[in-house]
């Protein structure tokens, strides 16, 4: 399976304020997914990363809150605006290989908005 | 719409004993995917098995066995004779509706003793 890294592993971040958090890929990928697991929670997919358009959000979700790129087919970023301490949570990003493999998991940024 | 189930909230056992992980989910669709990830206190998602609808076989992987019923729209996980290291919580996913995305329970956290 491919190795994913994620920068930063964990922030703290004040109210206000933006975090944008960086996901690489070893090897080329077709699918590329953003989840949020908020504390004691499960995981929510939040948009998947479309490498040269625009991403696709899940409901409840909005670019003006969540903007994501994905320049290429190894790398994504995903921004969350306008913070606040519901936005603490750990995030989350995964790669398929194609839209029918299994996804596999970064290790994970974990933010504290205070 | 699909759903995954997982009842137990948190298991606490002792070193060397066998646990069984319970997920029940829901689907209409006859062909589905069925996943167990593993997060550990580090945070990072681990894939643990994938089980797609027409294959019914129960699965062995050292000490980790899956047992798949579709009759009880189940599929459970068992350790056997657990180590403290499987402290972890364990999230079972399903993935239906021509869409390979998964849905994820809400977790089992699992405590081993030594």
């Known amino acids: 399976s491919a190795v994913i890294s994620q920068k930063p592993s964990r922030d703290i971040c004040q109210r206000g304020t933006s975090l944008t958090i960086q996901c690489q890929v070893d090897?080329?990928?077709?699918?590329m997914f953003w989840y949020r697991q908020q504390p004691g929670q499960s995981l929510t997919l939040i948009a998947t990363?479309?490498?040269?358009?625009?991403?696709?959000?899940e409901s409840g979700f909005v670019i003006d809150k969540f903007p994501i790129s994905r320049p290429n087919l190894t790398f994504s970023t995903l921004t969350v605006s306008n913070l606040s301490p519901e936005d603490s949570s750990i995030y989350l990003c995964s790669v398929a290989v194609n839209v029918q493999e299994t996804q596999y998991f970064g290790p994970g940024t974990r933010l504290l908005v205070l | 719409a699909q759903k995954v189930t997982q009842a137990q909230t948190e298991i606490s056992v002792v070193e060397k004993e066998d646990v069984t992980l319970d997920c029940v989910y829901e689907?209409?669709?006859?062909?589905?995917?069925l996943f167990w990830y593993k997060q550990p206190p580090s945070g990072e998602l681990v894939f643990l098995i994938r089980r797609n609808s027409f294959d019914e076989q129960n699965e062995i992987s050292g000490r980790y066995s899956w047992n798949f019923q579709k009759s009880t729209s189940s599929f459970n996980f068992t350790i056997t004779a657990s180590q403290v290291v499987d402290s972890a919580v364990y999230f079972c996913?399903?993935?239906?509706?021509?869409?390979?995305?998964?849905?994820f329970g809400r977790g089992t956290s699992l405590i081993v003793h030594p």
């Open positions: 990363a479309n490498q040269g358009s625009e991403a696709t959000y």
């Open positions: 090897s080329q990928v077709t699918m």
């Open positions: 996913a399903l993935a239906s509706g021509g869409s390979y995305i998964p849905t």
């Open positions: 689907t209409r669709d006859t062909t589905y995917y």
